[in-house]
Each structure stands twice: as C-alpha cells, then as structure tokens.
C-alpha cells in the first residue's frame, strides 16, 4: 500500500530549465558578495566547487558544513561571516530568479490530492540550498509548505541525490518503507536512484535532466498531467 508520494521541486513540482536558472541567478549572487572583497571568477569556482562537495557529501557532517568547509578553505576561516550575507541574498535577490520559472497550478493541485487521500507529501528536493532558498521556491510554484510532511534543506541533511542515504534519511524519519512509497522527479540520474531503494517511480520529461543519456523507456514517464493520471491510478482515486 503506497503510504507516501516524494516529490522532486526544480524541473518537476517547480517546472524550470536548472541549468538556465543557476545561470541566471549566479550573477546576482556574486554581485551581493562581491563588496566584501571577492574575486568573481574564484568566487563562482568556490561556490560551484562546494556544491560538488555537498553532492558527494556521506552524512559525516551536514551539507551546510560540507559547502563552508570548502569555501573557508578557499577564502579563510574569516569568510564563514558572510553566511549571513547569503541568506540575505536566498531571502531576497534570489527571488528575482522566479521569471526563469513556469509556476502551474498542477503542483499544488498534486500535493493537495495526496494529502486527501490520506498519504503524506514529501518534498525530497536535493538539500543543496539553505531553508529560506528552499521555502522560497515552495512559495514560487504556489505550494504551501504546511502541506508537506517533510522538506529537506542543506542545513539538516547530510547527504545528496543520488545517494541511498538521502532516501534512507527520509524513509527513517517518516517511518517508512522504500515500497510504500512513489519518487516523482525529472531527473534521469539522481531521482531514478528511488528505484534502486524499491520504491515505484515516475519520470516528469517535460525538463529532462538525462546528462549520461540513459534509456529512460523503462519508466512511466511523461508530463506533469501524465503524472496525475498515474497518480490517480497508484493510488485508487475517482
């Protein structure tokens, strides 16, 4: 019996193309920082290079510590004082990046249909960016963050899509099991590791991340709206 749907946000709940939207906001990002004294090339680098290592992160510390482990080694210990300053940003220049965003009102429409049938809403978007970032873009694509039974964010979690731990953390937190639950997400690589874990899976290929091209015929696969007849189906809904 399926008891949960895990939702991925960018490029499925959130529908957006990832690799224009870090495009576009990086720059706002280096312009926020750059006043204390940061070199814009090695600050992108750092920056880049730390999500690399909250990516590779094996739950010994938390992703947070993972990215300013880096960055601190790159600028000094003394550059950790402006973690403020990037949450100033995720607060509010970030806000900026929604018009490279296609908010639909079929992700509140999904997450709503599974809290009414009694399962819980699970938003299992990789915790690479703070809380804020993260609350943010649920406000975005027009979610309430109270409809979720858990969210993931760079500051609780230690590990990364694709990894079993992601998946482990959150099934050991919920108290569930890899079965009773469906992955929906729009990547090819990381999102398509819940079926390694034994949970059922939807591919949303309307912003396909497929970057070693695998075969993705081997899963239910389509649009949002493809999912939401899938959804109805899984879970026995008129």
């Known amino acids: 019996m399926i008891k949960a749907v895990f939702f991925d946000l960018d490029g499925t709940l959130l529908p957006m193309d990832q690799d224009k939207f870090t495009e576009y906001y990086l720059p706002s990002l280096v312009k926020k920082l750059a006043p204390y004294g940061y070199e814009p090339k090695k600050f992108v680098k750092a920056v880049m290079d730390g999500l690399v290592k909250m990516l590779g992160n094996d739950g010994s510390c938390t992703n947070q510590e993972a990215f300013w482990k880096h960055f ?64 943010n873009r649920i406000r975005w694509a027009g979610m309430d963050v109270n409809d979720f039974d858990a969210y993931t964010t760079y500051e609780d979690v230690g590990y990364c899509k694709p990894s079993a731990g992601y998946f482990n953390y959150l099934l050991d937190k919920l108290n569930l099991k890899p079965e009773e639950c469906i992955m929906v997400g729009n990547d090819a690589g990381e999102d398509t590791a819940a079926v390694d874990m034994g949970m059922k899976f939807f591919l949303v290929d309307t912003d396909l991340i497929n970057r070693k091209g695998k075969d993705i015929s081997i899963y239910p696969h389509g649009s949002l709206e493809d999912f939401r007849d899938y959804l109805k189906k899984e879970l026995e809904i008129q």
């Open 72 to 135: 601190t080694s790159v600028f000094g210990p003394e550059s950790r004082r402006n973690e403020k300053d990037f949450l100033d940003y995720y607060a509010n220049e970030f806000n900026d990046a929604i018009i490279m965003c296609r908010p639909t009102p079929l992700a509140d429409e999904l997450v709503k249909m599974v809290k009414a049938s009694g399962r819980m809403a699970v938003l299992a978007t990789n915790p690479i960016f703070p809380q804020v970032a993260t609350l």
